[in-house]
T-cell receptor
Framework: DVKVTQSSRYLVKRTGEKVFLECVQD?????MFWYRQDPGLGLRLIYF???????EKGDIPEGYSVSREKKERFSLILESASTNQTSMYLC??????????????FGPGTRLTVL | QKEVEQNSGPLSVPEGAIASLNCTYS??????FFWYRQYSGKSPELIMS????GDKEDGRFTAQLNKASQYVSLLIRDSQPSDSATYLC????????????FGTGTRLQVTL
């Protein structure tokens, strides 16, 4: 069964803190994604990765960085958390690099609150 | 114009009725189409995928695709209160990492 896990379901941090969100998938997928989801704005892509050590900016990369040192793990880093980064963060993965059969499977999400 | 458009709803249907959810997209190069269901506070769950014109049925769900009209829909037959959720339409095209573009979702309410 497809499984994407995220390190925390809920997280509360202070402004200026460095925040790490971890995502692990056990499906040997090449592609991994980080989204944030806010009411009325839908899912917005922050960063994605199509291979180990490869990463590309999504639509809203400002204030974030990522790391992919192993195929199964994709980390999202908030270098200096700000209140406008309070959101639901969703990790997803997909297989079939370059193929049209690119359904994405999501982790349970991390609800981050920055105070 | 948004790349993937959905009516935000809420769409209210009585229990046992057919719910019809619609989605339009702007990228003619799109080749894969997905419907996700998202319960409040939860993450999106894939319920249907469709890649060619026509209908695809899976249980109570039917996805319909019309590439000429750039339109994809989801029908839910015999709607149940447990179907009450937000339904996200997602559209993809071949390319690096095969990114998907998501609509903002339609909230469905199934009433007793």
């Amino acid at each position: 069964d497809v499984k994407v896990t995220q390190s925390s379901r809920y997280l509360v941090k202070r402004t200026g803190e460095k925040v790490f969100l971890e995502c692990v998938q056990d499906m040997d997928h090449e592609n991994m994604f980080w989204y944030r989801q806010d009411p009325g704005l839908g899912l917005r892509l922050i960063y994605f990765s199509y291979d180990v050590k490869m990463k590309e900016k999504g639509d809203i990369p400002e204030g974030y960085s990522v790391s992919r040192e192993k195929k199964e793990r994709f980390s999202l880093i908030l270098e200096s958390a700000s209140t406008n980064q309070t959101s639901m963060y969703l990790c997803a993965s997909s297989s079939a690099h370059g193929n049209i059969y690119n359904e994405q499977f999501f982790g349970p999400g991390t609800r981050l609150t920055v105070l | 114009q948004k790349e993937v458009e959905q009516n935000s709803g809420p769409l209210s249907v009585p229990e046992g009725a057919i719910a019809s959810l619609n989605c339009t997209y702007s990228d003619r190069g799109s080749q894969s189409f997905f419907w996700y269901r998202q319960y409040s506070g939860k993450s999106p769950e894939l319920i249907m995928s469709i890649y060619s014109n026509g209908d695809k049925e899976d249980g109570r769900f039917t996805a319909q695709l019309n590439k000429a009209s750039q339109y994809v829909s989801l029908l839910i037959r015999d709607s149940q209160p447990s179907d009450s959720a937000t339904y996200l339409c997602a559209v993809g095209r071949p390319g690096t990492a095969s990114k998907l573009t998501f609509g903002t979702g339609t909230r469905l309410q199934v009433t007793l």
